[in-house]
C-alpha cells in the first residue's frame, strides 16, 4: 500500500477524530484511504474535477474493501456537495488562489460545523487573507519539509467575526511566526525574502507608501523572528 508523505500525514492529523471528510482534488486518494484505515474518518468523500484523477482513486482504493467507506466524485471544488454531507473539508496540494476561489464559490462553508484543512502550494498570504477577512479563524497551522518541500498546512473553522483586527504580520506569517520549528522558521525566513524583494520593486518604481508598508511588514517581523 502507498506511505503517505509527511505534508499529507500532517493534513490528517487536524482532521477532527470521528468526522466524516471531503478530500477535494484527491488525485489517488491517498488521504482518504488514510483517514479510513487509521480510524480518523468513518467516511470520505474523495473528489475531483477531473476524470483521470479519479480513475487513480479508483485504482487505490479497489481491492481494499473500502467501497462502502469512500465515495468517488466528479466535482468541481465543491460545486457537487450538499452541506452537511462532510464535516471536515480537506482541499491540498493546490495554488494558495485555486483554493481561495473554491472556497469563495461556496457560501455554506461559513458555518461553525466545518473545519478546513487546507495545504497551499503557493500563495499562503492570499488565502489566509481571505480566510480573515471572511469571518475564519486559524484553528492550528504549521510547517512541514516533506521530500525535500516545505510547505504550509492549515487549520481553520468559521468563527463569524470578520471585524476581528488582523494584521499583515497575520496574513503573511500567520502562526508560523510564533513557532520556533526549523521548518516554520525556514517558511517565514523565505517570506521575508518575498517582502523584501517587493519592498525594492516598490521603492524602484516609485509606490512610496507600499514601500513603506512593506518596510513596517519586515521590521516587525524581523523582531518576532528575533525573538528567543
Ligand atoms: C497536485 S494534485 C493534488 C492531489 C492531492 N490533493 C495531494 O495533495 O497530493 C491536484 C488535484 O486537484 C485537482 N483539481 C484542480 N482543480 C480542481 C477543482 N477546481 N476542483 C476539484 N479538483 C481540482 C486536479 O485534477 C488534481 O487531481
Known amino acids: 500500500m502507498h506511505e503517505l508523505d509527511l505534508r ?33 474518518s468513518p467516511y470520505v468523500i474523495a473528489s475531483d474535477l477531473r476524470k ?37 473539508i480537506i482541499i491540498c496540494g493546490m495554488g494558495g488562489n485555486l483554493i481561495t476561489d473554491i472556497l469563495s464559490r461556496c457560501s455554506w462553508i461559513k458555518d461553525k460545523r466545518y473545519r478546513l484543512i487546507l495545504q497551499p502550494q503557493s500563495h499562503a498570504y492570499d488565502l489566509r487573507e481571505y480566510l480573515f477577512r471572511e469571518g475564519f ?28 483586527e488582523f494584521s499583515d504580520i497575520d496574513i503573511y506569517f500567520g502562526k508560523l511566526i510564533y513557532r520556533k520549528d526549523d521548518v516554520s522558521r525556514e517558511i517565514c525566513s523565505r517570506t521575508l525574502g518575498y517582502l523584501k524583494v517587493r519592498y525594492k520593486a516598490e521603492l524602484e518604481y516609485g509606490n512610496r507608501a507600499l514601500a513603506a508598508k512593506f518596510e513596517s511588514i519586515i521590521k516587525s517581523a524581523e523582531v518576532l523572528l528575533n525573538e528567543k
Request: zero cysteines; aromatic letters at 6%; proline letters at 3%.
Open 8 to 40: 499529507l500525514k500532517t493534513a490528517a492529523g487536524f482532521v477532527r477524530q470521528g468526522s466524516r471528510a471531503a478530500d477535494i482534488g484527491t488525485d489517488h486518494a491517498y488521504l482518504p484511504v488514510y483517514l479510513i484505515l487509521n480510524n480518523i
Open 52 to 88: 483521470k484523477p479519479l480513475e487513480n482513486a479508483r485504482r487505490s482504493i479497489s481491492g481494499l474493501s473500502l467501497g462502502d467507506r469512500i465515495e468517488l466524485r466528479l466535482s468541481d471544488g465543491l460545486d457537487a456537495y450538499e452541506p452537511g454531507e462532510a464535516d471536515d
Open 137 to 164: 479563524s486559524v484553528i492550528e497551522e504549521t510547517g512541514v519539509r516533506s521530500e525535500g518541500r516545505v510547505y504550509t498546512v492549515t487549520a481553520a473553522e468559521y468563527s463569524g467575526i470578520k471585524d476581528t
